[in-house]
């Protein structure tokens, strides 16, 4: 079973639409996780952290669900320029790897 | 500032070859990793270090070695080609252990390096 899972897509959007996206984990004990973004051909870089409480930046909210194993990105009035692929990522108890998941593209159109 | 340079950016090898992919970092990191990424596979872990002299494997570190002689390089070796390497290669680094206000745990990308075996 793979640590981190993600939905593939492609999502396709209108311009202006709220989109969701969600990734799960396989290791309970992981503890530290992230949202990466990746343009074509481009290294990924990183878009936001995801805290227990969830948190907020600008149109974008990332939340944590420990219970269920999973955390979820949120891009609110979606502009073309958020066309890319979202990659989670989650560090286990010893902080000495990280997974990432196979990401999720998200093309956003006029 | 320099952050994490990999070289070459493209290379194109022959079934068999060997070759060496460089990896530099100036952040004074502990923590260095080499990636690959296929089409539909995400990246794939394929060898890390904690610091120098530590290294371990990853997911996928068949036909690759790696040594981490400073903190500074972490080069990855592809012993003898295949075309099942042909991919793009990431290296990333980070500082080690919890994140916190000084770490937030981000781990920094080079640009990449795109091979292909024939």
């Known amino acids: 079973r793979k640590e981190v899972e993600q939905d593939p897509g492609p999502f396709n959007v209108p311009e202006g639409a709220t989109v969701a996206f969600n990734c799960t984990y396989s290791?309970?004990?992981?503890?530290?996780f992230f949202w990466y973004r990746q343009d074509c051909r481009k290294e990924p870089k990183l878009l936001m952290s995801?805290?227990?409480s969830g948190n907020e930046d600008g149109r974008f909210t990332a939340q944590l669900n420990r219970a269920s194993q999973y955390i979820s990105l949120l891009i609110r009035d979606s502009k073309l320029s958020d066309s890319a692929t979202y990659l989670c990522?989650?560090?286990?108890?010893?902080?000495?790897?990280?997974?990432f998941g196979s990401g999720t593209k998200l093309n956003v159109k006029p | 500032n320099a952050g994490v340079t990999q070289t070459p950016k493209f290379q194109v090898l022959k079934t068999g070859q060997s070759m060496t992919l460089q990896c530099a970092q100036d952040?004074?990191?502990?923590?260095m990793s080499w990636y690959r990424q296929d089409p539909g596979m995400g990246l794939r872990l394929i060898h890390y270090?904690?610091?120098?002299?530590?290294?371990d494997q990853g997911e996928v570190p068949n036909g690759y070695n790696v040594s981490r002689s400073t903190t500074e390089d972490f080069p990855l070796r592809l012993l003898s080609a295949a075309p099942s390497q042909t991919s793009v290669y990431f290296c990333?680094?980070?500082?080690?252990?919890?994140?916190?206000?000084?770490?937030?745990?981000?781990?920094?990308f080079g640009e990449g390096s795109r091979l292909t075996v024939l």
């Open positions: 995801v805290y227990s």
């Open positions: 952040m004074n990191h502990e923590y």
């Open positions: 990333a680094s980070s500082y080690s252990g919890q994140p916190n206000r000084a770490n937030t745990g981000e781990l920094f």
């Open positions: 990522v989650v560090i286990p108890y010893n902080f000495n790897k990280f997974y």
């Open positions: 290791n309970s004990a992981s503890q530290s």
């Open positions: 270090s904690v610091g120098a002299g530590i290294t």
